[in-house]
């Protein structure tokens, strides 16, 4: 069961892609060995109690939308202090990053299957993280497609309660126009400011998503947004 779905009708439009790539043998297999490590499942009612899946009290960094895994694992091995939570839909990127999790002997990684819109909103404590970090979302660029995109108001003031004060938001995007909804979605969002800098912004490392971005000729925007 799922409370994705409200009297019947989605409470979300999709803001991924389906049917992304396959599984692999090796991911199949980590997700059988190794998902119950890393893997965090609850219930359609739960409010998951993160303490009880990590061994230490740090810092939580919560990776939405990591894709394979990459620049998540990264982040965990330069800050082995820190709590570093991923959430992604994507079954091939959820057992790429087990795989890679398990591979580095990662202790501060957990991941979630979901819809990250859903797990903050219903399955997540309110003020828990320092920081939520959004990689290149999947941009939406067609017309009429806007209302796909991760970034809304509604996120932006459920991500608010998900973060302590003072936690931060940082998005990094390869296309203009989704940096400018971005800057335009905060901008009307209460109890958020700019920030120019983020000390997080020295562990962000290129995911094969950025270097095949930056290889067409994007330009990458990095945003980084403080609560109050
Ligand atoms: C363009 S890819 C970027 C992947 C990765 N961050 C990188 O830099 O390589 C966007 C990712 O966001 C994930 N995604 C999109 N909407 C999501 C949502 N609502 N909840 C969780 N993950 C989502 C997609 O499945 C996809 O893996």
Known sequence: ?????????????????????KVTRAQ?????DWWPEYGIRFEFDEVIDLDSYYDFDGPLLIEIGFGMGDHLTHLAESLPDHRILGIEVHRPGLAAATLKAHQSGLENVRLIRGDA??????????AIASAILIQFPDPWP???????????PEMVETMAKTLLPGGQCLITTDVDEYADHCRAVFAGARGWRESKHSDLQAYRMETLYESKAKSAGSFVTDLCYQTD
């Open 1 to 21: 069961m799922s409370n994705l779905r409200q009297n019947g009708q989605l409470r979300w439009a999709p803001s991924f892609l389906r049917n992304r790539g």
């Open 28 to 32: 199949k297999r980590a997700m059988r």
């Open 117 to 126: 819109r859903l797990v903050l909103t219903d399955h997540l404590p309110q």
């Open 142 to 152: 067609k017309a009429g497609d806007e209302h796909r995109r991760l970034v809304q």
